[in-house]
């Protein structure tokens, strides 16, 4: 159980009607050090996840290998399951941020905003780094994320005066 309420709190904030699905998760200032963290993380935890580069489906690699392809090279994607029913998609655009989204259409509630919750902790946890999720195509606001300062996932963004 998060501290977020999925009816009180969130439900406005991960409403998918409106035709945005994806919202971004950006974890910036890493390190390749940071997304073998989190590679690791995948395994310990016991998450599914499928690993592909293009069309190809591979095992996971070691960070250094993924982050140091070659120029022009496809970039790699790991869809991550940390409960059956929920998705995270990682791209390995770059070292200096670990960039991945998720799916508003498989949030809705509070087991998934739960998941969610778990998620943006565990790998915030990891890195010692907050994990902010930003509405679709980025933004200078998160929605909500976990703050590395209070140790926990809050709700970042306030909807607007009217």
Not at 59 to 87: F, I, M, N, Q, Y
Not at 99 to 128: K, M, P, S
């Amino acid at each position: 159980m998060t501290d977020l309420l999925w009816h009180d709190q969130v439900a406005w904030l991960l409403d998918p009607t409106d035709g945005s699905y994806l919202p971004d998760v950006f974890v910036d200032g890493t390190t390749t050090e940071d997304w073998q963290a989190v590679l690791d993380l995948v395994e310990e935890q016991n998450w599914a996840f499928e690993y592909a580069e293009g069309d190809k489906v591979l095992p996971l690699p070691r960070a250094e290998a993924v982050l140091s392809r070659l120029a022009g090279a496809e970039c790699p994607t790991l869809k991550v399951w940390p409960d059956p029913e929920v998705c995270a998609i990682f791209r390995f655009l770059g070292t200096e941020q670990i960039d991945f989204d998720v799916d508003l259409r498989e949030l809705q509630g509070q087991a998934r905003l739960d998941v969610l919750c778990g998620l943006l902790t565990a790998i915030g946890r990891r890195l010692r780094k907050s994990v902010p999720l930003f509405p679709e195509g980025g933004g200078t606001e998160p929605l909500l994320g976990f703050d590395v300062t209070s140790d926990r996932v809050e709700v970042m963004w306030t909807e607007p005066d009217k």
